[in-house]
Each structure stands twice: as structure tokens, then as C-alpha cells.
């Protein structure tokens, strides 16, 4: 079974389009994480949910908006979509409350034309 | 502010050989570190972490870390690298404002020859 599943896995689209990425996980964890990896290989977080409630909200532009409808899953909306989004994105998850490690999803690259 | 340095971009060794990937940090507090590794068109996996006590941590696929609180380091190593081991490294730090975010390295990519 996978843990941390992402759809879709790629994802090819225009400037100025609106597309989403989805994210669920059957771990039971509590939290749940969005980062963008960019060509260059760096990784940065972008927002993180605790029980469905937003905890991290990095610097990142507002047509970036993420749902989390329940624990499980944390879905990823992005707005007029520009060159410069054409990231791999992860989602992640893991327990709360201590020091716990994340489990990442598979990735979403996202090309945009 | 937190962060985590790997100093090298690209760590080459032959199979067979020990390995050693470094990391350092700068951290306010008490240190909580991680590493990761990404396999070619893939998510991250964990292999291990630093949360306090013995300062060699024993992780998955054979690789350990050392925990320097002295040189503020917490270098990956293997005794005897694998070809498949070649893969994407990254050194992180759970940030102590907002403990759900870690803060990654670049990520060193290694290169085991056979």
C-alpha cells in the first residue's frame, strides 16, 4: 500500500491555467506538508497542516492555495499558473507532537508553456 | 536564523569503499537532525535522525551518522558503499520556532562507481 500518494504524477499545462494537485496518506498522521523542489534540486516547505488547520505559510505567492478537507489528504490549488511554478512538488506527512521524520509522496512535476 | 550546509555538491567513491557525506548546522538550542535520500524521479526517504543521547545514529540501508556537537557537524557514512547507493543526499534540521517545519540542506548527489 502507498503511503503518501500524489495525483497526478505529471502534469503539463499553459500559462495563465488553473490546476490542482491532490495528496492523500493512510499513515493516520496528523500533519501534513506541500514543498516545492526546484531544478536545481532545492527543496523548500511550503505550507503544513496540523488536523486540518494551516500551521506553516511560507513566503509563497497567494495564487498557491492549499485544502485540507480532512487529515488525510492536502490538496494543492494553484491559480494562473507562470513559467517560474515548473517545480517537482511533494507532499509529506507524519505524526505531531514530537520528533518525528516525514514521509514524502512520489512528487507532481508541473511544467508550465 | 536555522540552517544546515552541505559543503559538498557531488561526492564521488568507488563501491566497496567507506562513504562520508557532510553536513553542518547552525542552530539556536538543542539540534534535531535528519537525513533523507532521493532516488532518481522519486520522493525523499528517510534514513535516519539525531534527537539527543548516542551520538552515532544507526539508520536504514546500513548508513550511519555522526553527531559532532563540537564542530557542529552530523556526517552520513557507510563502511562499504553500494553502486546502488548513488542518489541525492539531504542533511536537515527541524526549525525550534515552528517544530512541524524542517529546514533542508542542497543536497550533495552521490556517485558510487562499480
Known sequence: DTAVSQTPKYLVTQMGNDKSIKCEQNLGHDTMYWYKQDSKKFLKIMFSYNNKELIINETVPNRFSPKSPDKAHLNLHINSLELGDSAVYFCASSQAGGVYEQYFGPGTRLTVT | ?114
Open chain 2, 1 to 114: 536564523a536555522q540552517s544546515v550546509a552541505q559543503p559538498e555538491d557531488q561526492v564521488n567513491v568507488a563501491e566497496g569503499n567507506p562513504l562520508t557525506v557532510k553536513c553542518t548546522y547552525s542552530v539556536s538550542g538543542n539540534p534535531y537532525l535528519f537525513w533523507y535520500v532521493q532516488y532518481p524521479n522519486r520522493g525523499l526517504q528517510f534514513l535516519l535522525k539525531y534527537i539527543t543521547g548516542d551520538n552515532l545514529v544507526k539508520g536504514s540501508y546500513g548508513f550511519e551518522a555522526e553527531f559532532n556537537k563540537s564542530q557542529t557537524s552530523f556526517h552520513l557514512k557507510k563502511p562499504s558503499a553500494l553502486v546502488s547507493d548513488s542518489a541525492l543526499y539531504f542533511c536537515a534540521v527541524r526549525d525550534w520556532r515552528n517544530t512541524d517545519k524542517l529546514i533542508f540542506g542542497t543536497g550533495t548527489r552521490l556517485q558510487v562507481f562499480p
